[in-house]
T-cell receptor
Framework: ELKVEQNPLFLSMQEGKNYTIYCNYS?????LYWYRQDPGKSLESLFV?????AVKQEGRLMASLDTKARLSTLHITAAVHDLSATYFC?????????FGPGTRLSVLP | NAGVTQTPKFQVLKTGQSMTLQCAQD?????MYWYRQDPGMGLRLIYY???????DKGEVPNGYNVSRLNKREFSLRLESAAPSQTSVYFC????????????FGPGTRLTVT
């Protein structure tokens, strides 16, 4: 059974700093997904990682996947307030999707 | 292009009442999903439909039924609501050719008293 964990669950960081969110999963996952959710809003897709070694970048966010370690990371570079949100990773087997608990990120001035 | 739409946005039910949550997508996606989101627990899959005419259970299907009415619409029914079903419900759709990247609706906030 696929289980997905994230850490940290809460993260406060200063603007301009770098940090990494970790996503571990328990068994083979077809793909690895990252989503963003603003308070009271829906989820927005950020990245889909398809295979071992995959790296994707969009602005200040970079996601990577290590299937051997069953680990994905979301790296934040030079954080800005607009990145404050909850970030979820998710894995899947077929069309069964399993989400992590989310990392609530607050970027402070 | 509205994407994924859900109705209603908010609902309050008494224990034992029934209701149907509606979801529609205009992206011509084959796959549709229903999730619930509870504080601190991420999203949990209730049911999904890989294509018109098919439905499958997810992680937490008990107390729910679904209908894939056509390719666009996927409804979720609570036959006898319980306080444990108080949650935010999200519908999503995806397409195999796009690696099942999911597009989510705005959510329905349901309270059962």
């Amino acid at each position: 059974e696929l289980k997905v964990e994230q850490n940290p669950l809460f993260l406060s960081m200063q603007e301009g700093k770098n940090y990494t969110i970790y996503c571990n999963y328990s068994t083979t996952s077809d793909r690895l997904y990252w989503y963003r959710q603003d308070p009271g809003k829906s989820l927005e897709s950020l990245f889909v990682l398809l295979s071992n070694g995959a790296v994707k970048q969009e602005g200040r966010l970079m996601a990577s996947l290590d299937t051997k370690a069953r680990l994905s990371t979301l790296h934040i570079t030079a954080a800005v307030h607009d990145l404050s949100a909850t970030y979820f990773c998710a894995g899947n087997y077929g069309q069964n999707f399993v989400f992590g608990p989310g990392t609530r990120l607050s970027v402070l001035p | 292009n509205a994407g994924v739409t859900q109705t209603p946005k908010f609902q309050v039910l008494k224990t034992g009442q029934s209701m149907t949550l509606q979801c529609a997508q205009d992206m011509n996606h084959n796959s549709m999903y229903w999730y619930r989101q509870d504080p601190g627990m991420g999203l949990r899959l209730i049911y999904y439909s890989a294509s018109e005419g098919t439905t499958d259970k997810g992680e937490v299907p008990n107390g729910y039924n679904v209908s894939r009415l056509n390719k666009r619409e996927f409804s979720l029914r609570l036959e006898s609501a319980a306080p444990s079903q108080t949650s935010v419900y999200f519908c999503a759709s995806s397409e195999p050719g796009h690696h099942y990247e999911q597009y989510f609706g705005p959510g329905t906030r349901l309270t059962v008293t």
